[in-house]
């Protein structure tokens, strides 16, 4: 099938949304194009024997694993990498493998710059990859302060660390909010059946209606990543939102942590991803995920697989 250009926004709105919208083939191809001859004169000036890919990138295996497993679609991915335009820009280094993996799944629309995602395929479990990539396998026309700049063609070292289990994923992300409460000296959570860390810091008004299910809950909230501290949502100020609690368009934690409320009962969740927001496309780096949720590229500001930090104050229960 012919290849079509879109704009970024657009473009990666279709991504996550997996259809397919036409636009200016003539000025697509230019772009392919002028990116393909770019990547070959880089390769050449650089004495690079790199292997071709029919999607128009070309790849290097610079460390292979035999014995690893062959990645496969839907398999999530823990990886270390780093980004940079072929003019020598920075545009991340996360190589430390002293540190938590970065995660996504590989599946379509898993991952932007989605040539990472690309190359998933071809790797086994513990390779090490070098990615030249086109700007139109990247981030295309989108640019970030100095970060990105538009139609920036790349080169990616990427290492397929681990393929995690489900099983994996949970005790992850338990670790990440055990060891996050351990460093913040941070006392008097309990951890529920569930999976969720609650924290109670005002038991609320004396005699007040106790909330279970298919109460209808109004509150004040404001919800972060766990890691980072980067605010997801808040309500405004003086006017709080209501839910019905057990309700199957709720997010899991709210259900389960809503139950047992009162008026003027403040307390915080600390809650894994599972529970909260879900498998969401990844994006890489951090700092652009924000400013692609706000300009509608993405349904989902939180980071997938990171737990998150909710505070909420309970103003009345029905």
Do not use: W
């Amino acid at each position: 099938m012919k290849a079509v250009r879109i704009p970024v926004i657009l473009f990666l709105m279709t991504l996550m949304a997996g259809s397919c919208i036409q636009d200016d083939d003539s000025n697509y191809d230019r772009i392919v194009e002028r990116d393909n001859r770019f990547l070959k004169d880089y390769l050449e000036r650089n004495n690079i024997t790199a292997i071709e890919n029919q999607l128009g990138y070309y790849y290097e295996k610079v460390e292979s694993n035999d014995v690893g497993n062959q990645i496969v679609n839907d398999d999530v991915l823990g990886i270390y990498y780093e980004i940079k335009t072929i003019d020598g820009q920075l545009i991340e280094s996360y190589l430390d493998e002293s540190k938590s993996p970065r995660i996504f799944k590989h599946n379509d629309g898993g991952l932007i710059p989605r040539v990472i995602n690309f190359n998933s395929g071809l790797a086994k479990e513990g390779e090490t990859f070098m990615i030249y990539s086109p700007s139109y396998l990247a981030y295309q026309e989108y640019g970030f302060q100095q970060l990105i700049i538009p139609n920036s063609n790349l080169v990616i070292k990427v290492k397929y660390a681990f393929v995690f289990s489900e099983e994996d994923l949970i005790a992850l992300e338990d670790d990440l909010i055990q060891n996050y409460l351990e460093e913040k000296g941070l006392e008097g959570f309990e951890k529920t059946e569930e999976g969720l860390y609650v924290r109670v810091l005002n038991a609320g008004k004396e005699g007040a209606k106790v909330s279970a299910k298919d109460n209808i809950v109004l509150f004040e909230f404001e919800v972060k990543q766990m890691l980072g501290d980067n605010l997801i949502s808040k309500s405004n100020t003086n006017s709080p939102i209501q839910i019905k609690i057990g309700d199957q368009g709720n997010l899991s934690f709210l259900n389960l942590g809503l139950i047992g409320t009162k008026e003027d009962m403040e307390f915080e969740i600390l809650s894994p991803s599972k529970l909260a927001f879900g498998v969401s496309p990844q994006v890489f780096p951090f700092q652009i995920r924000q400013d692609l949720f706000n300009r509608g590229a993405l349904n989902v500001a939180a980071r997938p697989y990171e737990p998150i930090y909710f505070k909420a104050k309970i103003k009345e229960v029905k």
